[in-house]
């Protein structure tokens, strides 16, 4: 999809402020870089689920979603449970993804990972995988939505996510 037409779709859409050439071009400015699969999913989500125009800021979150979708929290555990079994703590960084790297950094670290109990892993865990997943697109949001393809957050990593 163009900027072009995700503009004119989102012109359709009742919102505050009126639509104008500024509020255009602002919009226009945020979605020209993105992938036009990207801006297709995130324009055609939200003409379909929002009553109202969304923010940038809201079509940047839809995006995304499709892109890098979070594991569940069982496929995350799992992952890092393998992890943890495989590798020595000095070299689990190294066959990790970026997201599971954020999460042992989240749960304080490979060494401490190895040291929780069932209980406090299972207490710590949820909000950890949150923070992980924020944390990485924070770094690397940009890019994926430029990009357009889905990325692999879990898994053993390619050479592109080792070098993200």
Request: aromatic letters at 6%.
């Amino acid at each position: 999809m163009t900027t072009e037409t995700a503009l004119n779709l989102l012109a359709t859409m009742p919102g505050k402020p009126e639509w104008n050439g500024d509020i255009a071009e602002f919009y226009s400015l945020h979605l020209a870089d993105w992938h036009p699969d990207t801006r297709r999913r995130a324009i055609l989500e939200a003409t379909a689920t929002c009553q109202f125009r969304p923010t940038v800021a809201e079509l940047r979150e839809v995006a995304l979603k499709h892109i890098a979708p979070l594991p569940s929290i069982g496929t995350l555990r799992e992952e890092l449970r393998l992890l943890i079994l495989f590798h020595p703590a000095a070299q689990r960084a190294r066959h990790a993804t970026p997201l599971m790297r954020d999460l042992a950094d989240e749960l304080g670290g490979w060494h401490e990972i190895g040291m929780l109990d069932t209980e406090e892993m299972d207490r710590r865990f949820p909000k950890a995988a949150g923070r992980a997943r924020e944390e990485f697109l924070a770094r690397n949001a940009t890019k994926l939505l430029a990009e357009g393809s889905q990325k692999q957050l879990t898994g053993t990593p390619t050479k592109e996510l080792i070098a993200a």
